[in-house]
């Protein structure tokens, strides 16, 4: 006896449909499963910023050239009575500048790694930025008399990769959750208004004091007094890091500072660079 089943038309089409469906997502799956940005603790990953009910932020600089600015910024810091800062130091500039190092060191404030060669690092291959990281370290440790355990890449630049290997070498990578913009030279208003309005607890604020910025030495008295007139305190990204374990943010290989950037940020930073 022969069977014949009559399947119905709107059934098949559904259940062709899922199956397309389902075979497209693991497609798309396979084709990504490198870039998968799913966070999990044993992936290494930058810091923004500090999950915390603390009212705490932590400023940082970053110093690449120039001798004119940090002896200012350093004045403002202590006028306010600002004890707690981090500074990210790029290594031929400390090699170039040791007394404002010392000044720096002698202050109290933290000294983080800035690495050596001012260069996107992502674009470098793994020994290179190997040789970037540990270079910078020896010249800060001699310089200091400390081993820096944070690292800012230049530009805030990194890949996978770059996260890897610094944390093989027991560095933490930092970035920012606010840019005060000071780079761009916006104005002494505008400054003190994206830090003050974005500033938030646990947030990890980034200045500069090369001498590429003109306007932070006199937007930083400001920014330490409304901040601290809405009950913040300052303390370093160590100290910030102690507060409770940190936020982490996962990247995509080949990508850079841009995508970790606002767009409206992005789009100047494309036609500025920092």
């Known amino acids: 006896m022969n069977f014949f089943y ?5 059934k098949l089409k559904r259940n062709f449909l899922l199956v397309l469906a389902l075979v497209f997502s693991v497609g798309v799956i396979y084709a990504e499963r490198d870039n998968i940005t799913v966070f999990s603790p044993q992936q290494p990953a930058a810091i923004y910023s500090v999950p915390t009910d603390k009212k705490v932020v932590a400023l940082t600089f970053d110093i690449s050239w120039g001798d004119k600015r940090t002896e200012p910024i350093l004045k403002v810091l202590k006028d306010k009575g600002v004890t707690q800062a981090t500074f990210f130091l790029s290594s ?13 060191v002698n202050d109290g404030f933290e000294i983080g790694s800035h690495g050596h060669k001012h260069d996107n690092y992502s674009k470098l291959s793994d020994e290179e930025i190997r040789t970037q990281i540990t270079t910078a370290h020896t010249i800060l440790t001699d310089l200091t008399g400390k081993q820096p355990n944070l690292i800012r890449l230049p530009n805030g630049d990194f890949d996978k990769r770059v996260l890897r290997i610094a944390e093989e070498l ?12 000071d780079w761009l030279n916006i104005g002494t208003d505008k400054i003190i208004n994206r830090v003050v309005s974005r500033a938030h607890n646990g947030d990890i604020i980034l200045m500069h004091a ?29 100290e910030l890091i102690n507060q409770t374990e940190s936020e982490g ?20 930073a494309a036609d500025t660079g920092y």
């Not at 009559?6 to 709107?10: I, S, T």
């Not at 007394?99 to 720096?104: E, L, P, Q, W």
């Not at 995509?252 to 767009?263: A, H, I, N, V, Y």
Request: glycine letters at 4%.
């Open 249 to 268: 943010r996962a990247v995509q290989d080949k990508t850079t500072s841009l995508t970790m950037l606002g767009l409206d940020d992005a789009v100047a």
């Open 92 to 104: 031929p500039w400390s090699q170039s500048h040791p007394d404002i190092v010392k000044d720096i």
């Open 170 to 181: 027991n560095y933490k990578v930092i970035q920012w959750d606010t840019d005060s913009m």
């Open 6 to 10: 009559v399947l119905n038309g709107r």
């Open 210 to 238: 090369s001498d590429s910025v003109k306007q932070t030495h006199e937007a930083l008295p400001v920014i330490i007094d409304e901040l601290r007139a809405k009950g913040y305190e300052f303390v370093t990204v160590s």
